[in-house]
């Protein structure tokens, strides 16, 4: 019989997303040991890098979120050490983890995305804010949405209608992260686009939408149970939700990812598709907008755990 390939899922993490990297960490390893494979769940510490040097896993999964997972950092030290690991690659993470490089590269492809600015918090201070809040108020306009320019399930997100409201949403995204994204908000059906590739190619699996009960799907809306509505397929045209299927394939592969991710949007009254960011590293909770499409589309979840972890160790 063939040694059971050994999986390290690193899960946890220092992020402010550290609870849902948990829980998601616990289900990848639950289906993985379910089907065999030898696997180990591990908190990433100081002695992290001995211990993959020492026990040279066969597959690392990062079921990590936030910069610990995200930046890219962690990758790169994965390929130096010539360990095969699930998810996109370091260079292609970096460039999905920055949403405004991300939201540039995906426009140059032809995906429309939301007119915006990034502002960093040194040039906010040193240019006035009064008078940067007012340029931008006057540029882009009313409703806005600011985030912070890198980071995750919408934590440092506000939805803002207001002046006065906009000097304390960059307050609040600023606490998260030194640059922040101010947005146009787009009014729309808000979907999300999963994609996996096992091997195939990268094939997008059934949208899902999304309908906070707050009408914004803020953090605890992502993952408390009832506080939204999903449904998949979403109450959108077929011809919307083919060109949302489209557009998620080219921004997966204009930003050069890999494995798996998830594409949201903003579909208008008009159909259009409106690129907000891509995640390299989606949540897989129970309430994951990527678990509900692969349950759509007749998949058995820990199926494609496996999957996804035997193409990443034919990489090695």
Same mark, same amino acid.
């Given at each position: 019989?063939?040694?059971?390939?050994?999986?390290?899922?690193?899960?946890? *993490?220092?992020?402010?997303?550290?609870?849902?990297?948990?829980?998601?960490?616990?289900?990848?390893?639950?289906?993985?040991?379910?089907? *065999?494979?030898?696997?180990?769940?591990?908190?990433?510490?100081?002695?992290?890098?001995?211990?993959?040097?020492?026990?040279?896993?066969?597959?690392?999964?990062?079921?990590?979120?936030?910069?610990?997972?995200?930046?890219?950092?962690?990758?790169?030290?994965?390929?130096?050490?010539?360990?095969?690991?699930?998810?996109?690659?370091?260079?292609?993470?970096?460039?999905?983890?920055?949403?405004?490089?991300?939201?540039?590269?995906?426009?140059?492809?032809?995906?429309?995305?939301?007119?915006?600015?990034?502002?960093?918090?040194?040039?906010?201070?040193?240019?006035?804010?009064?008078?940067?809040?007012?340029?931008?108020?006057?540029?882009?306009?009313?409703?806005?949405?600011?985030?912070?320019?890198?980071?995750?399930?919408?934590?440092?997100?506000?939805?803002?209608?207001?002046?006065?409201?906009?000097?304390?949403?960059?307050?609040?995204?600023?606490?998260?992260?030194?640059?922040?994204?101010?947005?146009?908000?787009?009014?729309?059906?808000?979907?999300?686009? *999963?994609?996996?590739?096992? *091997?195939?190619?990268?094939?997008?699996?059934?949208?899902?939408?999304?309908?906070?009960?707050?009408?914004?799907?803020?953090?605890?809306?992502?993952?408390?149970?009832?506080?939204?509505?999903?449904?998949?397929?979403?109450?959108?045209?077929?011809?919307?939700?083919?060109?949302?299927?489209?557009?998620?394939?080219?921004?997966?592969?204009?930003?050069?990812?890999?494995?798996?991710?998830?594409?949201?949007?903003?579909?208008?009254?008009?159909?259009?598709?409106?690129?907000?960011?891509?995640?390299?590293?989606?949540?897989?909770?129970?309430?994951?907008?990527?678990?509900?499409?692969?349950?759509?589309?007749?998949?058995?979840?820990?199926?494609?755990?496996?999957?996804?972890?035997?193409?990443?160790?034919?990489?090695?």
């Amino acid at each position: 019989m063939a040694k059971a390939l050994s999986v390290l899922v690193l899960a946890g *993490g220092i992020s402010h997303e550290r609870d849902i990297s948990l829980r998601s960490g616990r289900l990848v390893a639950d289906g993985l040991q379910a089907h *065999g494979l030898a696997v180990d769940l591990a908190d990433p510490d100081a002695g992290l890098l001995e211990r993959m040097e020492s026990t040279r896993p066969d597959v690392v999964w990062p079921v990590l979120h936030g910069a610990s997972g995200e930046d890219g950092t962690l990758r790169s030290l994965l390929q130096m050490m010539n360990l095969p690991y699930v998810g996109s690659t370091a260079e292609a993470t970096r460039l999905a983890w920055d949403k405004p490089s991300a939201k540039t590269l995906v426009e140059r492809a032809g995906v429309k995305t939301p007119e915006s600015i990034g502002l960093s918090r040194d040039a906010f201070r040193e240019l006035g804010a009064e008078s940067v809040l007012d340029l931008v108020a006057d540029t882009i306009g009313f409703p806005l949405v600011t985030k912070p320019a890198r980071g995750g399930s919408a934590q440092g997100v506000s939805w803002v209608n207001g002046k006065e409201e906009l000097r304390r949403a960059m307050v609040h995204a600023f606490t998260y992260s030194d640059d922040v994204l101010v947005e146009r908000q787009i009014l729309g059906t808000e979907i999300c686009v *999963g994609i996996i590739d096992t *091997g195939d190619g990268p094939q997008t699996l059934p949208a899902v939408e999304i309908e906070p009960k707050t009408g914004h799907y803020t953090f605890e809306a992502r993952y408390t149970a009832g506080e939204t509505r999903f449904y998949s397929p979403p109450r959108r045209d077929e011809k919307s939700l083919a060109h949302a299927a489209a557009q998620a394939l080219v921004s997966h592969e204009t930003i050069g990812l890999r494995d798996l991710s998830r594409i949201d949007f903003i579909v208008d009254d008009d159909g259009e598709c409106w690129f907000l960011e891509a995640s390299v590293m989606p949540g897989l909770t129970e309430t994951s907008t990527v678990a509900l499409a692969l349950d759509q589309a007749g998949y058995e979840v820990t199926d494609i755990y496996r999957a996804l972890v035997e193409r990443a160790a034919t990489r090695g």
